[in-house]
Structure formats: structure tokens, C-alpha cells
């Protein structure tokens, strides 16, 4: 009988989502529906504490499907998705928290309704966690911790830029102290200078924290600033993995290739400082639209109760 306690972890596992042979088909059809043709297809990936890989690729590739499967809104059709070594489904209750994301549009994640400071305390006030005096002092702390003043808690997210936003959205993301983090397109809709300050407070944040995070993104030099390895889709399949500098230097599939090569002509910068510099490269990539992880239902249950 279980005690309500998580499954102890795999001590070399420890902080470490990984995705084991994951497959994945939408279902197609009403009441009698079919599994249609996987949009994933045998993918292996592991993002240890601490760490950032990048996910690139074509719209329609995977990559948010894959950022679905590793927070566990989706469940994979064959294959495991596992936390410490432990399978998501055997501790799902236990996860409540510990796994976030952070969205392209920060609207998508704050209600419009509430003030800042209750929509970044909510992830703790649906968990009954704390009194409301700890949460509040939290919220402050948050909020100056992503570089806004506390005396924003008390705006609603209309009276905020876009940059101040997704502050508050990482904010939001960051108050359950999660161990995983999810970027999904989250620097995207963001003007070139405030990308590049957001990518700097992901960076931060991350040292300080330690959690691990899945960096997904169109923009190739944003990815090449902020993570530590590169994972590359197309059709479904991860076609190349390699540390940042490995795969900026010398990209071994041709389609890699393409896009590294797609960077250099388009004028993008690729002079910044890789993971571990200390200014984000100044050209950084065009606001790219995509079907959003949390977009769906599903996903907006599972930013309140992951």
C-alpha cells in the first residue's frame, strides 16, 4: 500500500526528466476515434539539473508535442516518460508543482481578471500551500527576483509591457520552485532588446535555482545562447543531439546544416557568447507564430495542477 510519498529516485537520475523510445499519435474521429499517424516517432531525450537543451525545428516537426509529453499533459502512445527514473504516471499527484511552463504570450498564462501579484501566487493558493501572508511576502520576493518592483503585485497584467509580462510569467512559473521548466516560443513575441534581457534572467535564474530546463524556440541564436546542448526535429524525429558549441561549430545532418546555414544569410548574429557568457547576442531571431503548448484545454488544467 502506498504511503503518499513519491518513488524513490535513481541516485544518477536525480533533477533529470528524461524521454525513453517516446511515441505519439493524435487521436482522430469523435466517440470511436482512431490513433492517426505519429507526430512523434522513437524519440530519446534526457534534461539533467541544472541543464538547458535547445529543441529546434521546422512548425509541425514535434517540438511542442515533445514539451507536452515531457510535462505529462499528454501521456506518450508507446514509450516512457520518467522523472528520477520514476514513471510520470506513478507520481503524477506528487508532481503538482514541480513542473512549469512558460508560454509565448505571457497573456496566455495570466488571467486578465486578476491582479499580478494573485495570478503569480495562484500555483501555491490551488495547493493550499503557505498562509496568505507567506504567499504574499513570496510574491514580493518573486517579483524582485525577475527585476520588477513588488509595488507591481498590485497591476493587473494590462497595465504591464510585454517584457514586464513574461517577468511576471516566470515569476508565476518559478514560485512552486519547480524543478523542470518548460520554454515554449517564450522569447518570441518579445522585442529584440527585452529578448535579450529575458534570456539573461533565464540564465540567472537558472544558476540560482538549479532546475532543469527544455528550451523550445525557432530562434537559433536565442538557443544557442541559453542552452547547453541542441536537439534538432524534423518530421517527428530528433535527427541530431550535440552540445551547443559542437553543433554551431560543425552541424552533422544536412538539415542542421540548413539551419545554421539559414542564421548566417538571413543576417542573424551568431558572434554572441554561447551558454556560459555573460551578454545575449544582439540579433536575436523575427517573432515566429506556432500552435502553442498551452493553448489547448488540457494544458491550461495542467499549469494549475502540474
Do not use: C
Not at 2 to 30: C, N
Not at 226 to 250: H, L, N, R
Amino acid at each position: 500500500m502506498s504511503d503518499g510519498r513519491a518513488p524513490r529516485p535513481v541516485a544518477d537520475d536525480a533533477g533529470t526528466v528524461r524521454l525513453d523510445s517516446v511515441s505519439f499519435a493524435y487521436g482522430r474521429g469523435g466517440l470511436f476515434a482512431r490513433r492517426g499517424a505519429d507526430v512523434v516517432r522513437d524519440v530519446s531525450l534526457a534534461v539533467a539539473k541544472g541543464e538547458t537543451i535547445g529543441l529546434v525545428g521546422e512548425s509541425g516537426s514535434g517540438k511542442t508535442t515533445i514539451g507536452r509529453l515531457a510535462l505529462g499533459v499528454n501521456p506518450p502512445t508507446r514509450g516512457q516518460v520518467l522523472f528520477e527514473g520514476v514513471p510520470l504516471e506513478r507520481q503524477r499527484r506528487q508532481l503538482r508543482g514541480r513542473f512549469q511552463v512558460v508560454l509565448q504570450h505571457p497573456e496566455w498564462s495570466l488571467n486578465p481578471r486578476l491582479r499580478v501579484g494573485t495570478s503569480v501566487a495562484e500555483p501555491l493558493t490551488v495547493g493550499k500551500v503557505g498562509t496568505r501572508t507567506e504567499r504574499h511576502e513570496k510574491v514580493g520576493a518573486l517579483l524582485e527576483l525577475v527585476g520588477l518592483h513588488e509595488s507591481l503585485a498590485q497591476r493587473y497584467p494590462h497595465e504591464l509591457s510585454g517584457g514586464q509580462q513574461q517577468r511576471v510569467a516566470i515569476a508565476r512559473a518559478l514560485i512552486t520552485q519547480p524543478d523542470f521548466i518548460v520554454f515554449d516560443e517564450a522569447v518570441s513575441a518579445l522585442d529584440v532588446s527585452v529578448q535579450a534581457q529575458t534570456l539573461n534572467l533565464i540564465k540567472t535564474l537558472q544558476e540560482a535555482e538549479g532546475f532543469a530546463a527544455l528550451f523550445i524556440s525557432h530562434d537559433m541564436a536565442a538557443v544557442r545562447y541559453v542552452s547547453d546542448s541542441v536537439a534538432v526535429m524534423m518530421a517527428g524525429e530528433i535527427v541530431e543531439s550535440s552540445p551547443v558549441q559542437t553543433f554551431y561549430g560543425s552541424p552533422n545532418h544536412p538539415y542542421s546544416r540548413l539551419l545554421v546555414d539559414s542564421i548566417v544569410s538571413s543576417g542573424e548574429s551568431l558572434t554572441g557568447s554561447p551558454r556560459g557568457g555573460t551578454h545575449a547576442t544582439a540579433a536575436l531571431g523575427a517573432d515566429q507564430e506556432k500552435r502553442p503548448l498551452g493553448d489547448t484545454p488540457e494544458a491550461g488544467a495542467a499549469r494549475h495542477h502540474l
